[in-house]
T-cell receptor, first 114, second 112 residues
């Protein structure tokens, strides 16, 4: 079955630690996205990538970094500079971002602070 | 101007009733308006979407109504069922722009 796989489902971060969230898709989609979801605030865009080796900052990129070395993979690193990282993180992909095709989401990673 | 305002924040409906969620936007460049449904612990999934060349789109019990002049669109869930209990997000995007702007979400609870 085609889809988006996020791992791990739950992640805990210690103070001063960087953690990396995995996102893999087998939909052959060009565009991939990372969102942060907080209660009552909807989805806020962290980073997005239109093609391999290219990515753009979203609305809340500070304290986060990404890479897009392969079409199917778009990992997100939450750095120690992100002072309030506790949230539900969602990865998404779409066939052609420029045409605003529907986004397909993974089932998320819930990050908490130890 | 990039915001999408969604209301209500939460909604309780009796089984068999109609659930109505409203959204408003400012940016007239938006030309794609999807609705997503999210169950607890899961990612959102596309429910139904509309483009501004039509005023209404229906898929089963779900209908989007679109008012271009008022810059508003709404989701109607007819014959609401307990299985419809979820969080619903409206969103907006435009051709040539990679961003989709999401509303804050409406938590729907359908009482059996």
């Amino acid at each position: 079955d085609g889809g988006i796989t996020q791992s791990p489902k739950y992640l805990f971060r210690k103070e001063g630690q960087n953690v990396t969230l995995s996102c893999e898709q087998n939909l052959n989609h060009d565009a991939m996205y990372w969102y942060r979801q907080d209660p009552g605030q909807g989805l806020r865009l962290i980073y997005y990538s239109q093609i391999v080796n290219d990515f753009q900052k979203g609305d809340i990129a500070e304290g986060y970094s990404v890479s897009r070395e392969k079409k199917e993979s778009f990992p997100l690193t939450v750095t120690s500079a992100q002072k309030n990282p506790t949230a539900f993180y969602l990865c998404a992909s779409s066939a052609e971002g420029r045409l605003n095709q529907p986004q397909h989401f993974g089932d998320g990673t819930r990050l908490s602070i130890l | 101007q990039q915001q999408v305002k969604q209301s209500p924040q939460s909604l309780i409906v009796q089984k068999g009733g109609i659930s109505i969620i409203n959204c408003a936007y400012e940016n007239t460049a938006f030309d794609y308006f999807p609705w997503y449904q999210q169950f607890p612990g899961k990612g959102p999934a596309l429910l139904i979407a509309i483009r501004p060349d039509v005023s209404e789109k229906k898929e089963g019990r779900f209908t989007i109504s679109f008012n271009k002049s008022a810059k508003q669109f709404s989701l109607h869930i007819m014959d609401s069922q307990p299985g419809d209990s979820a969080t619903y997000f409206c969103a907006a995007g435009y051709t040539g722009g990679f961003k989709t702007i999401f509303g804050a979400g409406t938590r729907l609870f359908v009482k059996a």
